[in-house]
Structure formats: structure tokens, C-alpha cells
């Protein structure tokens, strides 16, 4: 029987949604809960045995009152530290480092309950489960070594989910160094790739020394198998995680949008409104002009009259002042209404394009995990295929076993984790390093020619395939024979 692995994985975000949040608190409406149920693996008569971890290791129920985005401005307001993101339009910063820990399924459910039996049929009633203290004590041990490694300060959730086929914890990180700042990079990139890397496989190893006591252990690195070891909840999160962030902005700029053509409707009515009684106006003015004009030659053509004429030419006078400074008035606040009316006109413009981008993005986004998904499954049916091939190879009559001693089927059984590794390091350019993994791991080690390398016509399925039999050919032994089996 294999040993039960440690699982340690992380990924970085410029911040957390409400809609995360109310994922890992379980913070559902009905139709957002039935929504759950339908699409994952959710048991809710389990879900009362999730439980976090707080200050001083402190086991507690979930607190729901409060959401992940809250604690986090709670505990940056706490500490006087401005989050970088604060303010931009759009969020450029890492301030969140997201963590799973857990572990091989069977040994993380006998941590959560013991003997007791667990039905992982969908639907089924496993309320007459109680949760077993290993499982809490596993969790106090990662929450004091993220505690001692990065700061017990920084840890924004400590969330244990037992209500989900694999039991596991979701960790919010804060990555803010000593002195008060955020530095993811300083913290876990590192200056390049390579010292990420190592840092990366430096971090699971340290995981590891904990996760041994518990009877989990460190896996083969995934620069050899490739491998990333995820259950279906995990996946499905992982989904919904990658676009969630996207799908918050697209709703927030759906909304900015909304409201925007509101101001523009008003703003478009207040012009119309503005325009009207800037006509009615300037009409009034002109026919108080006639009036006066009218008046004025009556003056001169009657004397007898004039008295009464200048007083009303002096009424008219004092009309057509006060209707040129409404008139002054209401041009002026049209023009500023027009000009209002062209830059929301311009804004809404703005975020509707934006907002197309954002679709396409979410579309995106969504793609890249299906294609992560169909890889995990093509690796899964490879090993599958490769550990049959190597139980029916015994029993193939020796005819048989000669046709195929030179064939790429062979190589593959014999020394396919190595082969994939050394195809991985062509795809990626690394000729020098391929040549020397395959010499160091019992191959030939003649690496590609002079000539070697992408043709621009190919696609990255065909440079892959060019990659995968350059590393077969490169993993045999020196002698032109593969390696011993």
C-alpha cells in the first residue's frame, strides 16, 4: 500500500471577493446552497463539524458574522497598513496568498472521524458523525508552523471544511514582512523563477517534517511527475475561483453601467429641459425687443403720450435685464449639463468596453481550467495505460516482447516519469539542463543537435510531440539500447 501524501497547495490573488469568502464560511442563500449541492460534493450533515482556527490556536465554530474581506480590513486597520490595492481601479498588487492543506483521502478522513463509518454517497446522512480530535490537533500543528514561518498575525481565515469528500484546510495568508509592508515577492517569489522554485519545494519539505507525525508524507516532486494532486472539489474550485474575481468585476461594471445610464437619462432629460427654456427665453427676449422697438418710435411720433410710453419702455427695460440673466443662467448651466451629459457618455463608453474585455477574460479563464482538467485526466489515463502495459508485459510470449523491445511503449514503461521531465525541460528551452537530467538519470545523453528547436509552423501540441520523442531517444542508454529494466 503507498504511503498517504501531504497535499500543499497555493496560489496567489490581489485580494478576496465576498463570493470566496462565502465559499470557504459557507455563507449560502438557498438558491446559492442548492446551486452547491447540485455541482459539488457538499454534505450537509457534515457541514456543523467545520470548524476554524484563531489567535492562539484557538478551536472554534466558523464565525460567519463577519466576512474574509472584513477580517482582512480589521486586521489592516489593526496594524495601520494600507492595502496597495486600495483605490485602483483595478487591483495590480499580491496582498493574498491562498493556501489547501490537506492529504491523501483516506488518511485525512480517518483523521477527521476515527473508525466511524463514512458514507461519500451523494445525499447521504452522515449526521450521526462526531469529529475526531486528531483532526483538530493535526490542524493546530499547520496553523503553528504558518504561524512561526510567516506570522501568526498574517493569518487572515483558518478554515477546516470536513463536510467534503477529502477533509482539508483553507488558509488566508497575508503576505506583509517585518516591517509592516506587503512583499509577496520578497516573501515567496523570490528574484527569479529558479529561486521560486526552490524556495516552493524548500516549503513542502518543511510541510512535511510537520505532516510525518501524522502519518503523511512528502510527495515525488512535481518537476519529475508533473503531477499536481487535487481532488474534484478542489478542481471545481479551482474553476470557480479563477473566474469568481472576474465574474465580481464584470457584475460590478454591469452595475457601474446601469447606473451610469440612469445619470445619463436624467442628465440627457435635464439638457432637453435646459434647451426648452433657453428657446422660450431667448423668444421672450425678442419680442420684448419688438415691444421696446415699437414703443420707441411711438415716443418720437407722439409727445403727447410720452410720459406714459417711457414708463412702460423703463418696465420693458427692466424685464429684458432680468430675462438675459436668466437666459445667461440657463446657457450656462446647459453648457455644463452638456458637457456632464458627453463625459458620462464617455465613462459608459469606457466600462461597456471594458466590461467585453472582462467577458472575454471570464471566457478565458474558464477554457484554461477545462484544459487543466482534460491534462489531469490524459495523465491519469497515460498511468493507467503504462501500469497495465507493465502487468501484461510478463505474460506477452517472448515474440512479442522482442517486436516491442524498440518501441516507444517500452521506453515509456521502463522510464516514463523521466522521459516526461526531460520532454519538460525541451518544451520549455532548457536543451543543457534536458541533456544533463537525462545523463544523470542512466540515459545517453545525446541531446539535440545544432539545429534543434521550435519551427515557427508548429503548434505547441506538435512541438510537445517533437519534445516527448527527442526525450525518448535521449533517456535510452548510450549504447543505443534502452535501460535496463
Known sequence: MNAAKQVIDFRTSKGFTKAQSDEHLRVRSEKSQNHALA??????TREHLNFEITKGGKIQPIDKTRSIPQRIAANLAARGIKDPNEGLEEPRFRTVVNFILGGSRERMLELAFGDQKVNLAKGADNSHLKRNRDIEQWAKDMYYFVSDRYGEENIAAFVVHLDEMNPHVHLTLLPIDQNGRFAYKKIFAGKDKFEFKARTLAMHDAFAKVNEKWGLYRGTSITETGARH???EEYRRLLDEECVTLEDKIENHRKVLSGLQQEISLAERRVKGLTSMVVNLENERKTVERELDSLASAVLDNADGKLSNEEKITALHAKLEDINAKLADKKQKLSEAEEKLSKLKEEADT??????????EATQAATTVQQKVREEVTKALYE???SDFR?????MPDAVQLQLDDSVLMDVADHGNHIVACAMMLFAGYVDQATEFAKGHGGGGGGPSSGWGRDPKDDDREWARRCAMMATKMMRSGSGRKLKR
Not at 455541482?39 to 450537509?44: I, V
Not at 502487468?391 to 505474460?395: A, G, V, W, Y
Open 391 to 395: 502487468l501484461r508485459l510478463p505474460q
Open 384 to 386: 493507467n495505460v503504462v
Open 351 to 360: 466600462v461597456k468596453e471594458r466590461t467585453d474585455e472582462l467577458r472575454s
Open 230 to 232: 487535487r481532488s474534484t
Open 39 to 44: 455541482t459539488g460534493n457538499y454534505d450537509l
